[in-house]
């Protein structure tokens, strides 16, 4: 039951979707990958990191 | 044995020069510098705490064989542990080379560090190339039949053949490991050695101080 109730969900049997633009082809898999890298090296620039206020009133 | 005898061994040289390149409270430090207080800097770390995950995993699955890691569910979970891991690995590496990129993370005498990083990027690809072959699956049989071309056509398929099981799997559980983990070792001994690189302001500061006190 388990694993028809996850294929329900996300089903795979299926040829891979591809996006094209011009000579450059890529799966949707890796630019959704790579969209979540680029979203999380800004979000590392911008985020506040826990303690940092108290470290530098430390210093 | 006499002081100058002692002087001359190479245990004691070694251990002197180990010593004053890396003393005790560089190798573990009590504290960083403030400006290490921000999420870019924790992606080194990320990346070793999934390299320990993805060599753990890997270990298991060595000592039950595909037959498990293909046929029982705790294999399959295993094997996908090994995976998803691997993906963390490469995941947090990028973000790592793009932080440090864009810092020029090579100032300040860290040219070794900046390069033995882009030779562990280098070496953690034809990994997990090794690793897609070895799954000794049709999605490996894919792969291991399209590289083969580019490998040919470089001219190292004499050596580093895709279509050999054997070879491949070896390099990927022997051979590359032991190369990454040294790698690594090396890396983070030279981030230790060197510090983490200040942000251009703090590093114009120590240069026009530095300047200021000749």
Same mark, same amino acid.
């Given at each position: 039951?388990?694993?028809?109730?996850?294929?329900?969900?996300?089903?795979?049997?299926?040829?891979?979707?591809?996006?094209?633009?011009?000579?450059?082809?890529?799966?949707?898999?890796?630019?959704?990958?790579?969209?979540?890298?680029?979203?999380?090296?800004?979000?590392?620039?911008?985020?506040?990191?826990?303690?940092?206020?108290?470290?530098?009133?430390?210093? | 044995?006499?002081?100058?005898?002692?002087?001359?061994?190479?245990?004691?040289?070694?251990?002197?020069?180990?010593?004053?390149?890396?003393?005790?409270?560089?190798?573990?430090?009590? /504290? &960083?510098?403030?400006?290490? =207080?921000? %999420? +870019?800097?924790?992606?080194?770390?990320?990346? #070793?705490? *999934?390299?320990?995950?993805?060599?753990?995993?890997?270990?298991?699955?060595?000592?039950?064989?595909?037959?498990?890691?293909?046929?029982?569910?705790?294999?399959?979970?295993?094997?996908?542990?090994?995976?998803?891991?691997?993906?963390?690995?490469?995941?947090?590496?990028?973000?790592?080379?793009?932080?440090?990129?864009?810092?020029?993370?090579?100032?300040?005498?860290?040219?070794?560090?900046?390069?033995?990083?882009?030779?562990?990027?280098?070496v953690?690809?034809v990994t997990?190339?090794t690793?897609?072959? /070895? &799954?000794?699956?049709?999605? =490996?049989? %894919? +792969?291991?039949?399209?590289?083969?071309?580019? #490998?040919? *056509?470089?001219?190292?398929?004499?050596?580093?053949?895709?279509?050999?099981?054997?070879q491949m799997?070896m390099w990927h559980i022997v051979l590359l490991p032991l190369v990454l983990?040294?790698?690594?070792?090396?890396?983070?001994?030279?981030?230790?050695?060197?510090?983490?690189?200040?942000?251009?302001?703090?590093?114009?500061?120590?240069?026009?101080?530095?300047?200021?006190?000749?």
């Amino acid at each position: 039951m388990g694993p028809l109730l996850y294929a329900a969900l996300l089903p795979l049997n299926h040829p891979g979707h591809f996006l094209h633009w011009h000579f450059i082809e890529i799966s949707v898999a890796n630019t959704i990958v790579i969209g979540l890298m680029l979203l999380t090296f800004v979000a590392a620039l911008v985020l506040p990191f826990p303690g940092r206020r108290r470290r530098k009133e430390n210093q | 044995m006499s002081t100058s005898e002692i002087d001359r061994q190479w245990t004691t040289r070694l251990r002197r020069r180990a010593l004053e390149k890396l003393p005790p409270e560089k190798t573990l430090p009590d /504290s &960083q510098p403030s400006y290490v =207080s921000s %999420w +870019i800097y924790v992606f080194g770390v990320t990346t #070793i705490s *999934a390299l320990i995950v993805v060599i753990a995993t890997g270990c298991v699955l060595a000592l039950r064989g595909p037959t498990w890691w293909h046929g029982s569910s705790i294999g399959h979970f295993v094997n996908s542990l090994h995976l998803w891991s691997v993906e963390i690995f490469f995941f947090a590496m990028v973000i790592h080379l793009w932080g440090k990129y864009f810092m020029a993370a090579w100032r300040g005498g860290r040219a070794m560090t900046w390069i033995t990083g882009m030779v562990l990027f280098l070496v953690s690809i034809v990994t997990a190339l090794t690793g897609y072959v /070895s &799954q000794s699956n049709f999605d =490996s049989q %894919w +792969i291991s039949t399209q590289a083969k071309d580019a #490998i040919n *056509a470089s001219g190292g398929g004499a050596y580093f053949n895709l279509l050999n099981f054997g070879q491949m799997l070896m390099w990927h559980i022997v051979l590359l490991p032991l190369v990454l983990v040294f790698l690594v070792a090396v890396h983070v001994v030279l981030v230790r050695i060197k510090g983490v690189v200040p942000p251009f302001e703090e590093d114009a500061g120590q240069q026009s101080a530095g300047a200021s006190h000749e």
